[in-house]
């Protein structure tokens, strides 16, 4: 069975400020890992992906994540954290049933 | 490219009733997922249809069933409502289902049982 554990389901950076969010994943399988973001009132916007074609992956709005094998990571980052940030992010893992497996969440808040 | 569409996007019904959520996928997708969102589970995959098969189910009641039709819209209905099925409903479309392709999310149907 796959999962996901995302540290931490609230975090606060000052505008500007780096921005990390943590994933860990449990994988019987070589992982596909994705990070999604849910502004309030909305349906899930993919951030990025891990296919294992490079281990640091770029993704939309600054944001970027490392493939870690040896600590079954895969955290978020963004340089410089911006108002418009501020929002839920998920990190979820591909199995091969056709299925998602979402972490909690974390909350992200961006303080002026 | 038009996104995946849910409707309706707000729902409210009463215990007991049943309702039924539509979701359209991304044009040229065959792959139909749903979640259900709530705040003390978070998001759980219900099922996933591809080309009018499921080919899995998450593990929820048989009050929710599903289907997917031939132009791979797909529909989702919860029979005999209780108070713990007020969520929010994802629907995601995907190519074709399969682990490195990405899954997109509509905007999702907020369901309110009273």
């Known amino acids: 069975a796959q999962s996901v554990t995302q540290l931490g389901s609230h975090v606060s950076v000052s505008e500007g400020a780096l921005v990390l969010l943590r994933c860990n994943y449990s994988s019987s399988v070589p992982p596909y890992l994705f990070w999604y973001v849910q502004y309030p009132n909305q349906g899930l916007q993919l951030l990025l992906k891990y296919t294992s074609a490079a281990t640091l992956v770029k993704g939309i709005n600054g944001f970027e994540a490392e493939f870690k094998k040896s600590e079954t990571s895969f955290h978020l980052t963004k340089p410089s954290a911006h108002m418009s940030d501020a929002a839920e992010y998920f990190c979820?893992?591909?199995?091969?049933?056709?299925?998602?497996?979402f972490g909690k969440g974390t909350l992200l808040t961006v303080n002026p | 490219k038009a996104g995946v569409t849910q409707t309706p996007r707000y729902l409210i019904k009463t215990r007991g009733q049943q309702v039924t959520l539509s979701c359209s996928p991304i044009s040229g997708h065959r792959s139909v997922s749903w979640y259900q969102q709530t705040p003390g589970q978070g998001l759980q995959f219900l099922f996933e249809y591809f080309s009018e098969t499921q080919r899995n189910k998450g593990n929820f009641p048989g009050r929710f069933s599903g289907r997917q039709f031939s132009n791979s819209r797909s529909e989702m209905n919860v029979s005999t409502l209780e108070l713990g099925d007020s969520a929010l409903y994802l629907c995601?479309?995907?190519?074709?289902?399969?682990?490195?392709?990405?899954?997109?999310f509509g905007p999702g149907t907020r369901l309110t049982v009273t």
């Open positions: 995601a479309s995907s190519k074709s289902g399969r682990p490195n392709y990405e899954q997109y």
């Open positions: 979820a893992v591909s199995s091969s049933n056709y299925k998602l497996t």
